[in-house]
């Protein structure tokens, strides 16, 4: 699927003044919300799409900062803001209760709307939560070496400008375990989707996240003992980042988790295995619709 083609599946609303890019298919049953990682967007989820038929609707957006999304330059792209924003866009868009399914950055951004939740704020309730290859104990992350120049707060500024296409296709190919299905065109789209919008100048912004997870630990990590929703654990076993280790800690602390494992698979597995994942989530919520 093309860039041109995904963005004619979608469109935009307002929050909080800022263009947001999501696709919402409303089928009259309970909504899966995806949540992103980074550097991608939405894009992440297109193969997925054939294999969500009308058992349930679903919205997909683009965080700010990334994709379609609008993209600031006088913004600071804090994971609290982004999960003010989801609420928001979910809240504007008439959705009442949500299966939430998040990825990579947005597990943190997950794990701010559960404590909101913990704390009597639920403006759409949250019937599940999946979580799925994120670094939210970032202590245990086995982040690359640009990650780590992007995330300074004075470096990273200088690194954004060597970023390029090159780059980026090879770090994105190392996240893949089967490199046979690694497919070159959809690197070309997502790399398309970070530029897009004067996108390169932000890169080190919203590259901070990981900063903001070590910020907030206590808040976002010190609140997965006390969850009190089904909570799935869905998890590709040969993650060079967030590795399988992550997965088996948050087994640990949040009561009664369920964690199922997709051997042989990367950091992407809606994209390196999309039917297999769906497939996982999809017979994870059905039990609590």
Known sequence: MTLNEWKNNGIYLDVYGNPVFHLHKNTGNTTIAFLHGY???????HKILPYLTDEYSYIIHDHLGFGLSSKPNNYSYSLIEQAEIAMELWKKSGIKEIHLVAHDYGTSVANEIIVRKLRGHEPVKIKTVTFCNGSMHIELAKLKLVQRILKHPVLGKYGSKLINKSMFSS???SLWYNKS???IKEIEVLWDMLMINNGKNIIHKISQYNNERVKYWDRW???LPHLNI???ILWAQNDPIAISTIAE???KEIPHAIYEKIERCGHYPM???PEEWIHKVKSFIKDYD
């Open 249 to 251: 800690k948050l087994e």
């Open 271 to 273: 994209l390196e295995k």
């Open 171 to 173: 770090t994105m190919r």
């Open 181 to 183: 299905s690694f497919d």
């Open 39 to 45: 550097p991608s967007c939405s894009y992440d989820y």
């Open 221 to 223: 990590i010190g609140s």
């Open 230 to 232: 089904p909570t799935h």
